[in-house]
């Protein structure tokens, strides 16, 4: 079945530590996304990346670094920049394809900083 | 930049009590409109979805919503609510102009049925 896996699942981390998310999928989407999930503040997004080798800071890029070398790849870098890193974070994507203007989301990564 | 409201955080109910969600976006042009729904341990998912035409969508499991484009609203709707949709929801918009697809979600609702 075609899908978005993101891993790992759970994640710890000490203070001053850089972490790297992953986030694959097969659906030969184009653009891909990278959104935070915090209680009562909904989903922010960081980055997005519309084609492969490009990618646009969203409304809360720092501290956080992403690449785009494949087309099924987007990881994210969680950096010691980053000042609130504890949350729960989702990759999507979504098909360039007519009447495809839905995003498909992975399960989601949670990140504690300990 | 467009921003997604929705006006209520935190529902609770009784099985088979109507549910109404409020949604309100600020945006001055032609937008698509979303609601996904987040079951608890499961993938964030698409429930409905507005692009053009009827006004009144449906989707699954019995929910429905209309867009009033002069409210800018976009409200989800259930006549009878089951246990089974106890989850978050969250409402979504994205412009259709300008050549990105970058959807703006609003801060979630959590509802709880109990049964």
């Known amino acids: 079945d075609g899908g978005i896996t993101q891993s790992p699942k759970y994640l710890f981390r000490k203070e001053g530590q850089n972490v790297t998310l992953s986030c694959e999928q097969n659906l030969n989407h184009d653009a891909m996304y990278w959104y935070r999930q915090d209680p009562g503040q909904g989903l922010r997004l960081i980055y997005y990346s519309q084609i492969v080798n490009d990618f646009q800071k969203g409304d809360i890029a720092e501290g956080y670094s992403v690449s785009r070398e494949k087309k099924e790849s987007f990881p994210l870098t969680v950096t010691s920049a980053q000042k609130n890193p504890t949350a729960f974070y989702l990759c999507?994507?979504?098909?360039?394809?007519?009447?495809?203007?839905?995003?498909?989301f992975g399960a989601g990564s949670r990140l504690t900083v300990l | 930049a467009q921003s997604v409201s929705q006006h209520n955080h935190h529902v609770i109910l009784s099985e088979a009590a109507s549910l109404e969600l409020g949604c309100n976006y600020s945006?001055?042009?032609?937008?698509?409109l979303f609601w996904y729904v987040q079951y608890p341990g499961q993938h964030l998912q698409l429930l409905l979805k507005y692009f053009s035409g009827d006004p009144l969508v449906k989707g699954i499991k019995g929910f429905e919503a209309e867009f009033i484009k002069s409210k800018f609203s976009f409200n989800l709707r259930k006549p009878s609510v089951q246990w089974s949709d106890t989850a978050e929801y969250f409402c979504a918009v994205n412009p259709t102009s300008g050549g990105s697809y970058i959807p703006t979600f609003g801060r979630g609702t959590s509802l709880i049925v109990h049964p």
């Open positions: 945006y001055g042009g032609t937008v698509n």
């Open positions: 999507a994507s979504k098909g360039t394809s007519s009447g495809a203007n839905v995003l498909t």
